[in-house]
């Protein structure tokens, strides 16, 4: 069984945009080792937005290189597009999976209707690394709706997972990942203990939206509050204090040095130079029009 390691808090919180109100609960800069492949956690909101149908409020084109972007959509709507040609819509339940790879621009903006209606807004934004041979690979974009990601109910009645990528009970998500990861969206249920395998030397750990959930009398973890367990054993055991919203994730790391820059992220100080100036030269492609 992984024993729990530490409980990590968010490092501040800061508005991306004007659109997206983030709590960091970790980056590059901080644990990105010890929970490799997973780069950074931006958990936005929960955040009421009011109506607008003049106002388009998000972030504008920006670059990445070097890694993957995953936005898991709770509560809203995002329109994503990027200079790959990749972009789309997504709504409650939905997720988009945007590999920068050798570099692209991209914006995301609340989509249209949900700007209109307005309302609660709540997602999580995930950074996912790549490795050093891969870093370079060219940009691709996955959209993954509510309808594609399978649903399995967990035992004696704890609750149910959604599986965005990696296997649970036979049931595989239908994100396309660069190396082994599980990304599970679990519904918790008060009173029960939730018990799932995992890989034995793989990191892994469970950010919790909303509820709380104990891993003994002393340890408990809550809204905006992620527990990093050790890599050692090969199942996950909690108990579900309150009803949860919980993210699970664990992946094989990636044990290679880690050297990031604003929105690149490469292995070493010269590669980030040369984003930069590739960057600045056009060569990650054109804002999105």
């Given at each position: 069984?992984?024993?729990l390691?530490?409980i ?9 945009g ?22 950074l956690?931006?958990y ?14 998000g972030v504008?084109?920006h670059?990445h290189r070097?890694f993957?972007?995953?936005t898991?959509?709770?509560?809203g ?7 790959g040609g990749g ?10 999976w945007m ?9 995301e ?9 307005g309302g609660?807004?709540?997602a999580?934004q ?5 490795p050093?041979k891969?870093k ?7 959209a993954l709706t509510?309808a ?7 035992p ?16 595989t998500?239908p ?11 679990l519904?918790l ?8 395998a ?43 204090e309150e009803?949860?919203?919980v993210?699970?994730l664990?992946?094989?790391?990636i ?9 690149f ?17 056009g060569?990650m ?5």
């Amino acid at each position: 069984m992984k024993k729990l390691d530490f409980i990590k808090r968010s490092n501040g919180r800061h508005w991306v945009g004007d659109g997206f109100p983030v709590s960091n609960i970790f980056s590059y800069s901080d644990i990105a080792e010890t929970v490799s492949p997973f780069l950074l956690l931006d958990y936005a909101g929960p955040h009421e937005f009011a109506p607008t149908t003049t106002h388009k409020r998000g972030v504008g084109p920006h670059p990445h290189r070097g890694f993957e972007t995953v936005t898991i959509l709770y509560q809203g709507g995002v329109a994503h597009r990027d200079s790959g040609g990749g972009g789309g819509v997504i709504g409650p339940g939905d997720a988009q999976w945007m590999t920068a790879g050798s570099g692209l621009i991209h914006e995301e903006y609340h989509s249209a209707d949900y700007a209109a209606q307005g309302g609660i807004f709540e997602a999580v934004q995930l950074w996912v690394n790549l490795p050093a041979k891969q870093k370079m690979t060219p940009p691709a974009y996955q959209a993954l709706t509510r309808a594609q990601i399978p649903q399995v109910a967990l035992p004696d009645g704890a609750g149910s997972a959604r599986i965005l990528a990696g296997e649970l009970d036979g049931q595989t998500g239908p994100a396309r990942t660069t190396t082994p990861m599980n990304v599970w969206d679990l519904r918790l249920r008060a009173g029960h203990t939730v018990n799932v395998a995992v890989t034995d030397g793989h990191t892994a750990s469970l950010f919790v939206l909303h509820g709380k959930i104990g891993f003994d009398a002393e340890n408990s973890v809550q809204s905006a509050e992620m527990a990093v367990l050790e890599r050692a054993g090969s199942r996950i055991t909690f108990t579900v204090e309150e009803d949860a919203t919980v993210l699970l994730l664990s992946g094989q790391p990636i044990d290679e040095p880690i050297v990031g820059h604003g929105p690149f992220v490469m292995n070493s100080v010269a590669e980030i130079e040369q984003a930069m100036q590739d960057y600045t030269r056009g060569r990650m492609g054109a804002a999105p029009q």
